[in-house]
């Protein structure tokens, strides 16, 4: 009776603890953000969701910025021991060979202009002369011709050689000319920028160069020249900026930095280039038009000078354009 009686006890117990049990709120997920429009409006539920993003107010402004271009010190001039002809060290192997045979190249177009071809005008008149005069055959004047013709060919054949090595060098930065003329103690700094900077410097420009193995020193120096030829996988375009400088310890293969201070002509309004989303060939940036809303909005960009972007379109003073957590936007509002 007392083991039944217990039981009971226990039951009544487990009973009253299970009616005073108080229930646990079941967890729920953040209601999602509203995309509307097609895609243009995105409204989330409230601030403490937007507090992510930042955004900057846009006005005119004067583009300026600076640009740093990677480059390397492509070619050391050096005297030479002999005959007065300067040495131009280079970096790349390939280039040492098209200047040399370069050289040798114009060396023998001298030497056959100079020298063959009017060797062989002078015989031809001569053997001419003897034919009008009985003294000569007609197999001597072909022959006196054919002469004449080969040392023609052979300069052609230099010429299209001496192109060749040239458009190496030129490819590289350089100029052959100028690389003759140069001075011992010059170095030249190949650099690279991207094609659509060619607005923003132009040659003369002004620019400083540090050198890695030297990065306390700063150079000043300008712009050479811009290099004929757009790379058409990198869409970079090489600067060639001389240094001259009688320090000795700068070598050819030391990496450098060089800076431009650039500036656009007008004021307008422009952009952080972080602000600019790209989609199918079109430029976007996300305005925030309510505390909580962000509208895409299609603008019609310019030039760029370092990280700012000018607009044409699209915009107005005033309006605040998300700078941070742009992907994030393009990808609720392209669906991505």
């Given at each position: 009776?007392q083991r ?11 009973l ?16 999602a ?5 097609n895609?243009?409006q995105?409204?989330f ?40 002809q ?12 098209d ?18 071809i ?18 000569a ?19 052609a054949n ?24 140069t001075?011992?103690?010059s ?8 094609e ?18 030297f ?6 120096a ?13 869409r ?9 400088t009688?320090?000795?310890d ?13 500036h656009?002509?007008?004021k ?26 962000f ?35 393009k ?6």
């Open positions: 009776m039944i009686t217990r039981y009971f006890f226990a039951a009544a117990l487990l009253a603890g299970c009616k005073h049990k108080t229930p646990q709120p079941v967890a729920t997920d953040d209601p953000p509203v995309v509307t429009n895609g243009q995105i409204t539920p409230d601030s403490a969701s937007t507090s992510f993003f930042s955004v900057e107010s846009v006005g005119d402004s004067v583009l300026s910025g600076t640009l740093h271009a990677p480059g390397k010190v492509a070619a050391t001039v050096v005297r030479g021991d002999e005959g007065g300067n040495i131009v060290l280079f970096d790349d192997p390939g280039l040492n060979s200047y040399s045979q370069l050289i040798q190249h114009k060396i023998n177009i001298n030497h056959i202009q100079q020298i063959n009017t060797q062989r005008k002078i015989e031809l008149d001569r053997t001419q002369d003897l034919y009008d005069h009985g003294a055959s007609g197999k001597d004047i072909l022959e006196a011709k054919s002469n004449l013709s080969m040392e023609q060919t052979n300069l230099e010429r299209t050689q001496l192109i060749e090595h040239e458009s190496g060098l030129k490819a590289a930065g350089f100029d052959p000319e100028a690389l003759r003329s001075s011992p103690g170095a030249y700094i190949i650099c690279d920028i991207p659509n900077q060619l607005n923003n410097v132009k040659k003369g420009a002004p620019c400083t160069v540090v050198l890695s193995s990065p306390n020193n700063a150079y000043e300008k712009v050479e020249d811009i290099a004929d030829v757009i790379d058409d996988v990198t970079m375009i090489k600067l060639r900026i001389r240094l001259n009688p320090d000795t700068i070598r050819a293969g030391m990496f450098a930095t060089v800076t431009f201070q650039v656009g002509d007008n307008g309004i422009n952009i952080n280039r972080d602000a600019l989303v790209t989609s199918e060939g079109q430029n976007y940036v996300f305005v925030r038009t309510a505390p909580n809303t509208t895409r909005r299609e603008i019609r960009t310019g030039q760029q000078i370092g990280e700012r972007i000018a607009v044409y379109s699209g915009l107005q003073n005033g309006e605040s354009v998300v700078v941070k957590g742009v992907m994030q936007l990808g609720l509002s392209f669906g991505y």
